[in-house]
Each structure stands twice: as C-alpha cells, then as structure tokens.
C-alpha cells in the first residue's frame, strides 16, 4: 500500500493527541484533562460544544473558557470543521481501523443519511436544555476513551466496543458519519470555511479511486459529477485521502476567497 504524504501526517497527528491524553499516565503535567475541556501548559482549553451545553446547562459562565472556545471554533473554522474528526479525534481513528476490518468482511453495507448528525446535535441541546445535564459528555466516545486512558480503565470502553460492533455489522462508521452531534456542529460550521476540497475537470480521468477512500463519498460524488470547482459540502472532513491518492492531482486544498 502506497502511504502518501496527508496520510502520513494525519496518522502523526492522531498518534500525538492520544499521546497527549495519555500523558498524566506518565507523571507529566503539562496537560490535564480530555478533549472537552483540558489545560494545557496553563491554558484553559474548551471543547465549544462541551462550553454550549454548559452555558444551555445553566452552569458557571467561566470567561476563560469562552475565549479559548472561540479560539478553537475560530482554529477549525478555517481549516474546515470537520478536520476535528479526520486528524484530531482519537474515536474517529478506531472507527477508521474497525472500518477497514468491516471492508474485508464485506458486511456493514446500510447507510444512514450524514445529515442525521444535525438532528443529534438538535436532540442533545433541547435534552440540555430541558434538564441541564451535559448529555453529550457523559455519554460521549471521545470522553470515554478519555477516562479510560486517564484512569488505566478497560470497562468505560465498552462503549465504544458496541459501536465498533454495529459498524461492522449493520453499518459503516455509523457513529462519525451520522450520529455524532460533534460532528452535527462542525459539519455546520465547515460549510462556509475557506478551505476546501479543489476540483480541477480537465486532469480527471474518472478512474473513482478518490471515491473508493473518501469516507463520505456521497458528499464528493456529486461535485465531481458536477465538475465543480470545490466541495462545498460541509460533511468533508479534510482527511485528504482523495488528495493524496488522485494519480493527475486533479483533486487538490483550494481557498474559498483566493
């Protein structure tokens, strides 16, 4: 298998981060927390979901923690939201690897539709909303995996452990592609982000390896037939998969505004 250069990177970069999570496990301190709401080096980091629920909650409005919210609202804005999912996520990293093994056993074929993600990110703020509990971290992958690095725990990923198992299945990366409210609120959010996804028609030899990669072709698949000039879907989660593997480079990273 040819491992190209956005596929060496992004793997680095998913690497680092569960590093990261895991480094308290090591003695250090320079990070604490998960991926919702962390210190770094002194830094207050939040997740802007996490902060949405709890300001939706009725909890403690922490100014800190809205700066560093729209400091991370503002990071992904530009890259493409859904770039937390395709190079930050550790759960979209086990997803991907359970996916490959659903490939080979040629099952998990029934898909649901991406946008089922918006719905989630709706049902979770009115559960916030009508209760006050924050829904989403509590039963969130990404903080279960979180605590089962944190405190050295197998059973918080049980979880996780029944998700990878409808995948294989029932259906492919059910929970990334369209159950994740996370992913609701960055697939939003990466509509309107200046980079994206470039299209050139004239280098394209139809040959559709760019949509034997992309994990949601369905959202490639129809600029191509289109002959747009970029993906503008915000479903894209800038894995550059199509990039790194397109033999003319007809795929390539564009900007909105150039």
């Known amino acids: 298998m040819n491992f190209n250069k956005w596929w060496i990177l992004r793997r680095t ?7 990261l999570i895991a480094s308290p496990l090591l003695g250090m301190t320079f990070f604490s927390g998960n991926l919702a709401a962390a210190d770094l080096l002194g830094l207050p980091l939040a997740d802007p ?18 700066g560093s919210a729209l400091l991370v609202v503002a990071f ?6 859904r770039s937390f999912c395709g190079w930050v996520c550790p759960v979209g990293l086990i997803t991907e690897l359970g996916d ?3 490939r080979r056993l040629g099952s998990g074929e029934a898909t649901i539709p991406l946008a089922t993600s918006r719905w989630s990110l709706a049902l979770v703020l009115l559960t916030v ?6 829904l989403f971290e509590v039963l969130s992958p990404i903080g279960i995996i979180g605590r089962a690095i944190a405190f050295a725990s197998l059973m918080p990923l049980l979880l996780l452990a029944a998700i990878l198992l409808v995948e294989i299945a029932v259906s492919r990366r059910i929970w990334c ?4 409210p996370l992913g609701g609120f960055y697939s939003a959010l990466a509509r309107f982000s200046p980079v994206r996804i470039g ?21 490639l698949a129809p600029s191509l ?12 989660n800038r894995c550059l998969a199509c990039v790194d593997i397109c033999p003319t480079r007809a795929l390539q990273i564009d900007l909105l505004y150039k």
Do not use: M, N, W
Request: a positive charge; one cysteine or more; proline letters at 3%.
């Open 13 to 19: 970069v998913q690497l680092l981060i569960l590093a």
């Open 177 to 180: 592609r369209s159950l994740c």
């Open 225 to 236: 037939e289109r002959g747009a000039r970029q993906v503008t879907a915000g479903d894209c």
């Open 100 to 102: 490959k093994l659903r």
């Open 49 to 66: 979901l996490a902060f949405l629920q709890a300001l939706i909650g009725g909890r403690v409005f922490v100014l800190s923690y809205l």
């Open 129 to 134: 909303a009508a209760t006050g509990l924050p």
């Open 199 to 219: 299209f050139i028609k004239a280098r394209c030899t139809d040959c559709g390896d760019c949509l034997h990669v992309c994990p949601v072709e369905e959202v």
């Open 76 to 81: 992904y804005f530009f890259l493409g939201g």
